[in-house]
């Protein structure tokens, strides 16, 4: 775990949570746009969560620029939504803003990257914020929030089981597990039809280890392996106890169907983040819910959550200068103007990565978050520091070998040898 990471989070935090900087409301300059120049921008999101809250902020900023329309395409949940974007970048019709996740991605993806490095919101950024869209001195993203993820759990449930303790290790979530069954409740909502909830959670084992960025290496320079990596040989355990104490037909059910699982307390826990805030808060307002770690064996460092900027908005350096001076209006008016900052902090509940941006009610989920941030107790998001940025590739290379485990076409072996050859295969491209 980077030291030097969680404490400059931490204070970030800390400073979002006591003040706000009216400084940032002089981002945005006005400039008025005659009907006859009237400039069509597209965006791609890949926020399905927000999907309805971010076209109400689209339509807000059209209202207050008249020469201006935003047509967003939304795409994400189960969509193979990476291979859409590619194909329209590659035949020159990509959106003017999108989102890229940095790191080795971002230097996949450098040719569509224009330079933000002069943009005023930069000023108010958490620093950290930055780094993975960083390089060769240039800053290419604007980070869109700060997630963090975890077993998001059920208070009444666990209550009414009588769970008293709420569980840090592995033995413990086993021992909270029965207590629901015995009560009637299902432990687990899981919805592993989905490729990247899967690579969710085995970034948990990458995030274990000692030094996940040394790890990695290891892995690439093939001095290191997961065939025989204890870590992910308790992942694998603990995928066995969400399939144990789960719902039936988990490789059938998908995002929304897990989630209103739920929502609907038909379970008590469910893997997910901070992202299904507005989810939850439109199926069952005021849900009296909180984080427990993904415990994957019974170690004190179990503790913890899984935090960091999930990806960055970016504008297309292929666009016509007209359209990328448009975008980069519309991105710092999202971070600086009133009903900007409102939208990102009261609709889409994110957690901001800028410390101008006051943090009041974001929910219970963004609550616990903010609280373990502070405590230092988090892990890292690995994904994209995969080789070539391949979070996709991985996401679905793994994923299918998980599900095939999940479905007892392979064991337990073979499951950790597929995974290890999904990385080799990668790493050699």
């Known amino acids: 775990m980077n030291k030097k990471m969680l404490l400059l989070f931490w204070i970030g935090i800390l400073i979002l949570s006591l003040f706000a900087c009216e400084a940032g409301n002089e981002i945005v300059k006005k400039e008025t746009i005659s009907e006859d120049q009237k400039i069509t921008l597209e965006v791609w999101n890949r926020k399905v969560e927000i ?4 076209e109400k902020m689209i339509q807000a900023y059209e209202k207050e620029n008249q020469g201006v329309e935003l047509i967003v395409r939304t795409v994400g949940g189960g969509v193979d939504d990476r291979t859409d974007l590619i194909a329209q970048l590659a035949a020159g019709k990509g959106p003017d803003i999108f989102t890229n996740g940095g790191y ?10 224009e330079d933000l490095s ?7 950024a958490l620093e950290e914020a930055l780094a993975p869209m960083t390089f060769d001195d240039n800053i290419y993203g604007m980070p869109i929030s700060l997630e963090g993820y975890g077993f998001i759990y059920n208070k009444d449930l666990f209550k009414e089981a ?11 979530l086993i021992a909270a597990a029965e207590k629901l069954e015995a009560a009637g409740i299902t432990p687990f909502a899981i919805g592993y039809y989905e490729k990247w909830k899967l690579g969710h959670l085995i970034n948990i084992a990458f995030a274990q280890q000692e030094d996940p960025d040394a790890f990695i290496k290891g892995l690439n320079d093939r001095t290191l392996d997961i065939e025989h990596n204890q870590t992910f040989k308790d992942l694998v355990r603990l995928l066995d106890v969400s399939i144990r104490y789960g719902n039936e037909n988990p490789l059938t059910t ?8 739920f929502a609907t307390e038909r379970a008590a826990m469910i893997q997910q983040g901070n992202w ?3 989810m939850l808060d439109q199926q069952s307002p005021k849900m009296n819910i909180g984080f427990l770690p993904i415990a994957i064996n019974d170690d004190p460092k179990n503790d913890a959550l899984a935090v960091g900027v999930p990806n960055y908005w970016v504008v297309n350096k292929q666009s016509p200068p007209e359209k990328k001076k448009e975008a980069k209006k519309f991105l710092n008016w999202m971070v600086s103007s ?5 939208f990102i902090t009261e609709q889409f509940k994110f957690i901001p990565a800028f410390k101008h941006i006051e943090t009041n009610d974001l929910g219970p989920l963004a609550n616990d978050i903010i609280l373990y941030a502070k405590d230092g107790k988090t892990l890292s998001f690995n994904w994209f520091k995969y080789p070539g940025g391949a979070r996709d590739e991985f996401d679905h290379e793994f994923g299918l070998a998980m599900q095939a ?4 076409r392979i064991n337990h072996d073979q499951l950790l040898q597929e995974l290890q050859k999904s990385w080799e295969k990668a790493a050699r491209k």
Do not use: R
Not at 104 to 113: D, F, G, T
Not at 405 to 408: G, L, Q, S
């Open 162 to 172: 009588g769970i008293e303790t709420l569980p840090k290790t592995l033995t413990e």
């Open 104 to 113: 080795e991605e971002a230097k996949m993806w450098s040719e569509y990257l």
């Open 51 to 54: 999907s309805t809250q971010f």
């Open 338 to 342: 009133e009903e900007g900052k409102q």
């Open 276 to 278: 299904i805030q507005p």
């Open 118 to 124: 002069d943009q005023p919101w930069i000023e108010y």
């Open 405 to 408: 485990y999940i479905d007892k």
């Open 254 to 261: 998908d995002y929304n169907m897990e989630v209103n699982l």
